[in-house]
């Protein structure tokens, strides 16, 4: 079982960018796919990408194809969630997960 903790969200203006992390401590994080999700304001949880345990796999929901990029480094432990050209409503808590294992969640608020 791998224990995730995020890091990276905060606020930002329309347009602009931010890289989520996603640090997993113990066991197993390189053999596991992590997934990406988010929740908005008043609304449920939504699977945004995910990563295969390799790497050589990417998938991501329609709303953020193109603009986010799922990334891993198996060495560091660690996926990143790179968000560009980003829009009010990609405000949520974002949150990652792999095995039966989620973070606590990062805010992203995109506002001017």
């Known amino acids: 079982q791998v224990r995730l903790v995020e890091s990276g969200g905060g606020l930002v203006q329309p347009g602009g960018s931010l890289r989520l992390s996603c640090v997993a401590s113990?066991?197993?994080?390189?053999?596991?796919?992590v997934h990406w999700y988010r929740q908005p304001p008043g609304n449920q949880r939504e699977w945004v990408a995910t990563i295969t345990s390799a790497g050589t796999t990417k998938r991501y929901a329609d709303v953020v194809e193109g603009r986010f990029t799922v990334s891993r480094d198996n060495a560091e432990n660690t996926a990143y969630l790179q968000m560009d050209a980003l829009q009010p409503d990609d405000t949520a808590v974002y949150y990652c997960?792999?095995?039966?294992?989620w973070g606590q969640g990062t805010q992203v608020t995109v506002s001017l």
């Open positions: 113990g066991s197993g994080f390189s053999l596991l796919a």
């Open positions: 997960q792999a095995g039966q294992s």
